[in-house]
């Protein structure tokens, strides 16, 4: 199976081939490190995300630091130039407004950016839990068939005759839990 092509559904359904004494722990193992090398990709994923908001949010002070040099820099022209009093008054209004809707465009793109990476986190964040749910119950379910396995091989079976003993109804073999079985046994367990 291909690591790229793995879903939560193929976590769930995965089967492995029995064995003499249980699951072929080298297709336990394949499979784990498959699980492990898509959520070590997601995590590289969330990281690099992080430093896109890292810098993201770095470009916005820098933006807000040019705006108040700005600011300055206008209020040094006015008392400098005071010969030029409303020639300069007129500049520096033109100036500071056209820097605040240009600065007020740049914030908002940039919001809307991190706003967008911040949901993509929060997916990511969401994908997770949902990974380490299902994988919790995979090996939940693994470790209750070990357990299962490792109760039938303490209780040896012994064969009385035939004439002696009648033979009891068998239970049916257990089931595999339903979706919804095992989602509530899950939840009673966290």
Not at 103 to 126: C, P, T, V, Y
Not at 142 to 155: F, K, W
């Amino acid at each position: 199976m291909p690591i790229l092509m793995l879903t939560p559904l193929d976590i769930q359904n995965q089967t492995f081939n029995r064995t003499l004494r249980g699951y072929d722990p080298e297709e336990v193992r394949a499979f784990l490190r498959q699980v492990a090398q898509l959520w070590s990709r997601l995590l590289e994923e969330n990281q690099d995300l992080r430093k896109k908001v890292d810098s993201l949010s770095q470009e916005i002070a820098r933006y807000r630091e040019m705006e108040s040099l700005l600011q300055r820099t206008l209020l040094q022209a006015e008392e400098s130039s005071r010969a030029l009093l409303e020639n300069a008054e007129k500049k520096a209004q033109l100036i500071i407004h056209e820097a605040e809707q240009k600065a007020e465009s740049i914030l908002h793109n940039l919001q809307k950016e991190k706003e967008a990476l911040e949901g993509h986190i929060e997916l990511l964040r969401q994908r997770r839990q949902e990974l380490i749910l299902e994988l919790r119950t995979f090996l939940q379910m693994q470790l209750e068939r070990l357990d299962h396995l490792s109760q039938d091989a303490r209780h040896p079976i012994s064969t009385p005759p035939a004439s002696l003993t009648p033979t009891p109804p068998q239970p049916p073999p257990p089931a595999s839990p339903t979706p919804s079985n095992w989602i509530s046994k899950l939840a009673e367990r966290l």
